[in-house]
């Protein structure tokens, strides 16, 4: 098991995807507040981040992943109290509130799974294997249901309780459940995800410059 808790905010993305959602009154809001609420979800996470190693002896219907000799299942979570927060907002009508908190906190589980990538990375790379791109359930392909085979995996493995909701969505929220197969066969890949070909609209992860 791998674990990471080195975890930073990248304020820049945050402006990007405000401008890209036509936020763009809160971009100055932001930038006086932007400690104070980046301290204040700091505070309240309840991170889980790990990820399993494991010989590869399961079919996730993806070739790539199906033919590669490691299976590598990782889980990333900023907790319960975090979210709540971010919902109590909501419902008291404090909208920007809500919405900016929303957004350190994606960005949040978003650099770290970049940094959990990093890490993978480098230890396989140095054990002769490449790891592929990242599979989702619900993305590039894979199937939502998907998500109960990861689920299993890190309950099993790693004694984690995962909830999902009868549409496979994780509780809480601000959480997030892949995969990668590693092989000394695979072609070498430095990119965890690409979003620069990606048609999916408004997603609350997006690298994409605005």
Excluded: W
């Amino acid at each position: 098991m791998i674990k990471v808790y080195d975890l930073i905010c990248d304020k820049d993305i945050i402006k990007r995807n405000s401008i890209r959602a036509k936020k763009e009154k809160v971009i100055s809001r932001m930038e006086a507040c932007f400690e104070d609420y980046y301290s204040s979800l700091d505070q309240a996470m309840e991170l889980t981040n790990c990820c399993i190693v494991e010989e590869n002896q399961r079919s996730l219907n993806q070739p790539e992943l199906d033919s590669s000799k490691y299976l590598m299942t990782c889980y990333i979570s900023l907790g319960i109290p975090l979210q709540e927060i971010i919902d109590q907002h909501i419902i008291e009508g404090k909208i920007f509130e809500g919405y900016f908190l929303n957004e350190i906190a994606n960005e949040m589980i978003m650099n770290l799974s970049t940094k959990m990538f990093k890490k993978l990375k480098i230890d396989m790379n140095l054990n002769g294997f490449n790891m592929t791109k990242r599979y989702s359930p619900g993305e590039c392909m894979m199937e939502m249901s998907y998500q109960k085979n990861l689920k299993e995996i890190l309950e099993e493995k790693a004694e984690i309780d995962i909830h999902l909701t009868e549409n496979m969505l994780i509780v809480p929220s601000k959480s997030m459940m892949y995969c990668y197969g590693a092989d000394e066969h695979n072609a070498i890949n430095n990119e965890d995800i690409s979003c620069t070909n990606c048609s999916k609209e408004n997603c609350c992860y997006s690298r994409k410059k605005a």
